[in-house]
């Protein structure tokens, strides 16, 4: 079992930085590829960034690509999510997940594990 907790979120301008961390518990998060999805009020769940379960493979949805980075401290239990030049339309409720495949990182439904979210909110 992984238990995550993020943290990091708040109120930035727009064009300013974020750093997300998720930190896990569990004896196997080393080997689980993790991902950062976000939700916006009335919209659809989107996936925005994946990383594999060593760091040397990431992925990152199109609409954050060059702003956002993610990275991970296996020795720390911890991924993070750094979000620089953040723009209104970045505003939602950020949860990063946890799962046991490499299939289809983009998609919500592979992760077993996800934690409570944290809120961002860019103002223009």
């Known amino acids: 079992q992984v238990q995550l907790v993020e943290s990091g979120g708040g109120l930035v301008q727009a064009g300013g930085s974020l750093r997300l961390s998720c930190a896990a518990s569990?004896?196997?998060?080393?080997?689980?590829?993790m991902g950062w999805f976000r939700q916006a009020p009335g919209k659809e769940r989107e996936f925005v960034a994946a990383?594999?379960?060593?760091?040397?493979?990431?992925y990152y949805a199109d609409s954050v690509k060059g702003r956002f980075t993610i990275s991970r401290d296996n020795t720390k239990n911890t991924v993070y999510l750094q979000m620089n030049s953040l723009k209104p339309e970045d505003t939602a409720v950020y949860c990063c997940a946890a799962t046991s495949t490499y299939h289809s990182l983009g998609n919500a439904n592979v992760y077993d594990y996800w934690g409570q979210g944290t809120q961002v909110t860019v103002s223009s």
């Open positions: 990383i594999g379960w060593s760091g040397g493979h990431t």
């Open positions: 569990g004896r196997t998060f080393s080997r689980y590829p």
